[in-house]
């Protein structure tokens, strides 16, 4: 059963940084590009960060551009969002997303909270 576990959030002070991770088993890894998404209450759910499968290519939200980082480890079936340079707005539940064609799966999310 394909599984996709988020962790890494919590309380961070404005300009701070955080490290959210995601780990996926169940499934091919490897085959499938991956997202991390987020959410606050009453808003849509936002696309955040994109990777392609071998790590090659990523994509940003203008929100988040040259102050989040995605990557993934294939070996450990490991997708990564290095977030600096936090600020308040960027609190929200993340989400870490797995796709491949019609194929796609869901984490519970992690929350991530900017505050002083």
């Known amino acids: 059963q394909a599984q996709l576990v988020e962790s890494g959030g919590g309380l961070v002070q404005p300009g701070g940084s955080l490290r959210l991770s995601c780990a996926a088993s169940?499934?091919?890894?490897?085959?499938?590009?991956m997202n991390w998404y987020r959410q606050v209450p009453g808003k849509e759910r936002e696309l955040v960060a994109t990777?392609?499968?071998?790590?090659?290519?990523?994509n940003y939200a203008d929100s988040v551009k040259g102050r989040f980082t995605i990557s993934r480890d294939n070996a450990k079936n490991t997708v990564y969002l290095q977030m600096n340079s936090l600020k308040p707005e960027d609190t929200a539940v993340y989400y870490c997303?797995?796709?491949?064609?019609?194929?796609?799966?869901w984490g519970k999310g992690t929350l991530v909270t900017v505050s002083s």
């Open positions: 169940g499934f091919t890894f490897s085959l499938y590009v």
């Open positions: 990777i392609t499968s071998a790590g090659g290519s990523t």
């Open positions: 997303n797995a796709l491949l064609n019609t194929l796609h799966y």
